[in-house]
Structures are given as C-alpha cells and as structure tokens.
C-alpha cells in the first residue's frame, strides 16, 4: 500500500481572465486526500469548488501552486499528457451527466475506452461497458438511449463511464443535483458500496449536507478557500 | 454485484485498489499495440459512420457538390475516352501505323526534283526492312500508274493505281474483301495479270455488278478481277479510298506501265499521238525482266553487284501505335546500310508517318476532355468548401460532445481524427455515389444517343484519390480547429 497520498494541493490559486479584469476563483487553497478516502466538498454556488473538482479532475489548469496526484506533480503536464491521465487515473461524473444523445447507454459507458492505450477489442469494450452497467444496476438498459433513460439511470451510465478505465480517483460533481430524494438515496448507496468493495478513492462535489453526511470527511470550501474540514 | 467483485478477488489475489488499477499496461498489452495497429483506425471510422448517420440528410446534401463533381469527372472521362478510341480506329482505317518509305530527290545542276524523283527504293529493301526491323510488322512495296481503265463500253481512271504485295492490304488496315480473293505471291512472282477492285470501281465500269472473273483492259493489257476490296469511304482529307486498283506490283511495273511514277501519267500521254489503240502490247512481252540490265557506266558507278528494278515507294506497318518511333529508326537503320549510306551523307529516301496526324486528332479531343475535366475540379472545389463549411458547422455544434471526448482522455489528434475521418468519409461516400451515376449517364449517352463511351478504371481511380485530397484539404481545417479546444471552455460551451 502506498504511504503517501493521492491528492496533495498546495497552495493552488485559479484566476479566470475576463477581458482586462482578473477574477480570483481559488486564493490559494492546499488540500490532502488520502488513497480510498471519501471526501465531500461543500461550499455555496459560486464558492469555487465546482472549479476545484475541475481542477482535481485535470480538466482545468491551475494559474498558480502545485498539484501532485498519485505522487506526480501534474502542475507542469502537458496537453496530451493530462488527456491520457484523465483517460487513465481518473473517472469524473458531470453535474448534468454530459451523456452522448442517440448513443446507447453501452457505447456512452464505453467512450473513455475509445482513447485508452492500447484499444481493446469491440468485444473486450462491450464485456467491460456490459459488466459496469450490470455493477451499477442497468442491465436491462444498455440499449436505451439517454433520452429512455430516467435522471437516475443517467446518472448510473455516467458513473459506469467513469468507472470503465478502472481509475484511481473517481470525482462527481453534484452526483445528486438533478435527482429526487430517493434516487438520489440509491446513487449514494451505489457510491459508498464502490467505496468498500473497491477501495476507490472519491470526492463528492454538494450543497447538501445530507449528501456530504455519506462520505467519512467534508471539506468546506468559502469564497475560494478551505474554511474548514469536518469528519 | 458482491459476487463480481469477489470472482476478480479469485483471480487477482492484491489489495482491492492496487488491482483495480493495475491494468494500464502489461507485456501483452505492448505486444498488442504493435499487431493491432488497425483497431482504433476502426473504431474512429465505425464513430464517424455513426456521426454522419445521426443525420442522413444534411451529410447529404453535405457531399452533393463532390457528388456532382465526381458525376461529371467519370461522364466526361469516359465519353472523352470513347471518342479518342473512335478516332483512333478511324485514324487506324487509313493505315494507324503505317510508315511511308518515300526515294529521295534527285537535284541536277543545283536543281533539287523534290522527294520522290529519284528512284532509290528497290524490292530488296523491303526484304531488309523485313528481315532487319523488329517492330516492322508487314512492308510492300508499290508501284503507281495513273492509267485508263476501260471495261466494256465503260472507262474510268481510278484515283490509286498500285502495283503492290499481298501484304499491302494488311498494311493499310483493310482486311475485309466484299467478294473474291486478293492477289497471292504466286501471283506477284509470275506477274500474273490479276487485279483487285475498290467499290468505286465496280460502280463506275461495272454499274453495281459482281466484277470477278470479269477483265479490264489497262493500256491495252487486259487483267482479270479476283477480288472487290470491302467499304473505307473517304479518308480524313476527302479523298475515295474505294477509287483504288490493285495489281501484282511486277505486273503492274512490267505487262502495264513498264515504267515508274516518274514518267508516268498515262491520262496525259494517251490523248498524245504516242499509244492510242495499238494492240501490240494485247499480249505479254516473251519474258518478263524483273531486273533492268545495268549499263557498263551504271555498273562503275554503283559497285553493287545487281540492283533489283526500282519501286515507287515502300508502305510499312509498325507493330503497335507506340513503336512506331522505333520503327521509323529502324527502317532508317536497315536502308542506310543497304544503300551504304555513310554518317554525314543525306539519305537517299524519306520517311513518311501518320503520327503528325495521329497526335493533332488526339491532342483536340484531349485538349476538350481537359477543358471539361477543369470545369469538373471547379466542381469538386466547389464540393469540397461545401464540406468544409458543413464541418466547421458541425465542430460548433458539437462542441459539447469534443469538450466530453477531451474530458475522458481524447487528445487533440484524437478528435482532430476524428473529424478527419468523417469528411473524408463523406467525400468517399459522395464520390462512390458520383462514380455510380457518372457511369449511368455514360451508359445512358451510349444508349440514347449512340456516342461510343469507354469504361475508364483510370477515371475512377483518380476520382477516389481527389476525393480523399479534397476530405483531408477540406477536412483538415475545421477538425484542426476542434482539435485546439480546450476541455472545460468546450463543456461549459452553449
């Protein structure tokens, strides 16, 4: 098992550039996830830790800090190489699925394989897809289309498709957002038995407390900073 | 779901998270990326089929420009093509390969003859160009006569009187005879009075009816027709080919005119006091001289031990169309030496062939088959910012899907591929669709309106490969500008 952790921010600060005004998103914010941790970010719209995840997730850039993941300073990666290691280490659930319409719910979980090194066969790509829509309960709607699908069971192909490159980390931004109290009860429980059986390190982006109440620490983001962490 | 888990845990005995991501590269995975090298190649044309699916009508109308293009390429190739092969055959009715051997000019005191008034050309040297010059396929020799033709009441005075070799017939590409036979060797050697007729004739002297077996009279010689040579109608210059008769050349040079072109022109010395109606020459001479006696002077001068009686001109066949420059230096070769020509000597004999003529029919029709080609590419290019246009449209639109694509690991030549792929797919696409209606509208002008097409596999090959340009030329720009997205902007994009 590794000592170290899988997430460590150090003083990050993100700035967006509008034109000639520079808005500070995140002031500098230092943070330490360990390996099969379950963390919740909690903070109000606009707090910044929609664009933190963005950030974990190597999405977007940072403007200053460092960042290492899995014990790599990812801060100085080029194009390409956050492309592959997003393909590869990470698996990232959008607030509004982002799910491909007039795609199978089958070839929207197996997108990511699209661009992993090497490419598997169609058929190892549907075993995998098949047996993670099976895992997260869609066995029977693997042909539907995201638009046949209701918002929990979109939800279910996007963690199927961040799940697919077996990642390391698996980061969801409002995995409840869009959902009703009891779906919403489901994907969580879905989340936490990953957690167990698997062992995979995750953080939950939420508002809600009731959300942040599954993972065993929430980190509280105000204004571009961590204002505290709970357990 | 615990029973998934626990039948990995079987076969793969680690802690749970170090094997649920412990398979990003092993040996076997290595070896496979160099065997299966097609694989995402495949896959990124089953995404792009799949893309252009999603909306059947605009990749349509997408690829009609390069529709139509290829359409009018395949059309005008292969009418183009039709009519080049039709002119070929009618240059090829006239003799395609022949190559003319013509004596050279006598000059006398300064004062140059022109090419044919000396005659230099014996039967010998057709022996040499026979034996001596590959690509030389058949050669004869002739002998011309401008003479009266008299059959009954009837006379006429064919516009090509020869004297000539069987072979003769072959050389100038008329292999048909309408009736009889033509002349043989056997003929040839015993300068047997036979002759064979061109349809002109048999209108003129015989008014339509069948002239074998019949006789004409030739400067009183009377000569059996064996043979009516098949319809060649006019030639390019106007000239009746069917206004022809033919005869053994010895016959032609000894029982008939006993003399060469160069003296003459019988239509002009029978209406002098010369030869009118004397039926001496009714009969055969009691021998035929096939050689002329040299004089003693003749006999000093040239060392050659014989010279076969003079011909008026040599007609030769090139084994193909594309030898014919060979065959010219050859024959050049083969008469130089016979006639021990040395290097800086004017020759004493020309060399005539069709392929001035054959290369300003071709270069018309070529020089229309490229200005509709052009026209044609206009098209293509036309097509081919139609397609740009719809990719760049599409690359907007889709914004979302490549922010998504980047987000799960595709690199900016991955979806640069992608969108490459799709454009050159719907110009592939187009350009099957074009090959199959230009082929229609080139069987359908065939058959309504009996213009001569000719299948061009050359055509569709090239119209596969400016196809496949114009996808990646066009093609290339929008999905270089998907490929610059960045991730998030191309998520958050609405």
Same mark, same amino acid.
């Given at each position: ?5 899988i997430?460590?921010?150090n ?36 707090s ?12 977007d850039r940072?403007?200053a ?9 990812v ?18 659930c ?10 199978s ?8 394989l699209?661009?992993r ?11 995998r ?35 697919i ?22 994907i ?44 | ?7 990995r845990?079987?076969t ?13 590269s ?10 299966f ?14 893309a ?16 139509i293009?290829?359409?009018s ?34 000059s ?36 011309q ?15 090509t ?11 100038r ?18 300068a ?8 002109t ?13 019949k ?42 005119s ?18 009118v ?13 096939l ?10 001068n ?10 008026d001109?040599?007609f ?10 060979t ?29 001035? *003529?054959?290369?300003? #029919? $071709? ?11 052009? /026209? =044609?590419?206009?098209? @293509?290019?036309?097509g ?9 449209v ?21 979806i ?5 792929v799709?454009?050159? *797919?719907?110009?592939? #696409? $187009? ?11 080139? /069987? =359908?002008?065939?058959? @309504? ?11 569709i ?18 999905a ?15």
């Amino acid at each position: 098992m590794q000592s170290h952790n899988i997430i460590e921010l150090n003083n990050v600060v993100k700035t967006y550039q509008r034109g000639d005004v520079a808005i500070p998103v995140l002031k500098g914010v230092s943070m330490e996830v360990a390996h099969g941790e379950m963390v919740a970010l909690m903070g109000a719209s606009g707090s910044g830790k929609s664009t933190l995840l963005n950030i974990l997730g190597c999405i977007d850039r940072l403007s200053a800090g460092t960042y290492w993941l899995d014990a790599v300073d990812v801060t100085r990666f080029s194009k390409d190489e956050l492309a592959s290691l997003r393909n590869s280490k990470l698996g990232f659930c959008f607030q509004n699925f982002h799910l491909q319409p007039r795609m199978s719910a089958l070839d929207n979980a197996m997108l990511p394989l699209d661009y992993r090194e090497p490419i598997l066969s169609r058929k190892e790509m549907v075993d995998r897809a098949s047996e993670l829509l099976e895992l997260v309960g869609l066995a029977d709607r693997m042909d539907h289309q995201p638009s046949q699908l209701s918002g929990g069971q979109q939800q279910r192909v996007a963690i199927a498709r961040a799940l697919i490159n077996r990642p390391r980390l698996l980061l969801a931004d409002e995995p409840t957002g869009a959902l009703d109290s009891k779906t919403s009860h489901e994907i969580l429980e879905l989340f936490e038995q990953l957690h167990q059986d698997v062992g995979l390190t995750m953080i939950l982006v939420t508002h809600d407390a009731e959300v942040a109440s599954h993972a065993k620490r929430t980190i509280h983001v105000r204004d571009g900073l961590i204002a505290g962490s709970s357990s | 779901m615990t029973k998934l888990l626990t039948t990995r845990d079987e076969t793969m005995p680690q802690s749970s998270s170090l094997r649920w991501a412990s398979d990003v590269s092993s040996p076997k995975h290595t070896f496979r990326r160099f065997v299966f090298r097609w694989r995402p190649f495949l896959r990124l044309c089953v995404t792009a089929t799949h893309a252009l699916r999603r909306n059947v009508l605009r990749s349509l109308l997408t690829t009609l420009g390069i529709v139509i293009g290829i359409m009018s390429v395949i059309a005008i190739m292969e009418i183009g093509q039709g009519a080049s092969a039709t002119l070929g055959e009618s240059i090829q009715s006239m003799g395609s390969n022949l190559i003319i051997v013509m004596p050279g000019a006598a000059s006398a005191g300064g004062i140059e003859m022109g090419a044919g008034t000396m005659p230099t050309l014996t039967p010998d040297d057709v022996n040499a160009i026979l034996t001596e010059c590959p690509s030389v396929l058949a050669a004869a020799p002739s002998v011309q006569a401008r003479m009266q033709v008299v059959h009954g009441s009837k006379n006429w005075v064919p516009a090509t009187m020869l004297g000539t070799t069987p072979s003769y017939l072959a050389i100038r590409g008329w292999n048909s005879l309408d009736e009889g036979e033509n002349f043989t060797e056997q003929d040839v050697r015993n300068a047997n009075k036979v002759c064979v007729v061109g349809l002109t004739i048999v209108k003129e002297l015989f008014d339509g009816q069948s002239p074998i077996g019949k006789s004409v009279r030739i400067n009183n010689v009377p000569i059996r027709v064996i043979g009516v040579l098949g319809r060649k109608g006019a030639n390019v210059m106007g000239m009746d080919q069917d206004d022809v008769l033919l005869t053994p050349w010895t016959t032609m040079k000894n029982r008939v005119s006993a003399s060469t072109l160069g003296s003459v022109n019988q239509s002009v010395l029978t209406s002098s006091a010369n030869g009118v109606n004397s039926f001496g020459d009714a009969y055969p001479r009691s021998f035929i001289e096939l050689y002329t006696t040299p004089t003693a002077t003749q006999m000093m001068n040239t060392p050659r031990p014989q010279r076969l009686t003079n011909v008026d001109q040599i007609f030769a066949s090139a084994v193909s169309m594309e030898r014919i420059e060979t065959a010219v230096d050859e024959i050049q070769q083969a008469l130089s030496r016979s006639h021990n020509i040395r290097d800086g000597q004017v020759d004493d004999f020309n060399l005539r062939n069709m392929t001035e *003529l054959t290369k300003m #029919f $071709g270069s018309t029709t070529t020089l229309m088959t490229n200005l509709l080609l052009a /026209i =044609a590419m206009i098209a @293509l290019l036309v097509g081919g910012v139609g397609i740009m246009n719809i990719m760049l449209v599409s690359v907007t639109e889709r914004t979302r899907e490549i922010g998504l694509r980047m987000a799960v690991g595709a690199k900016g030549r991955d979806i640069l591929a992608q969108f490459l792929v799709e454009a050159v *797919l719907l110009c592939l #696409f $187009g350009a099957a669709i074009g090959i199959v209606l230009g082929r229609g509208i080139s /069987i =359908a002008v065939s058959k @309504l309106a009996g213009w001569p097409v000719a299948a061009s596999p050359y055509a569709i090959l090239a119209s596969v490969g400016v196809s496949l340009i114009i996808g990646i030329g066009f093609g290339f720009y929008p999905a270089w500008r998907a490929s610059k997205l960045d991730p998030i902007d191309a998520l958050r994009y609405e």
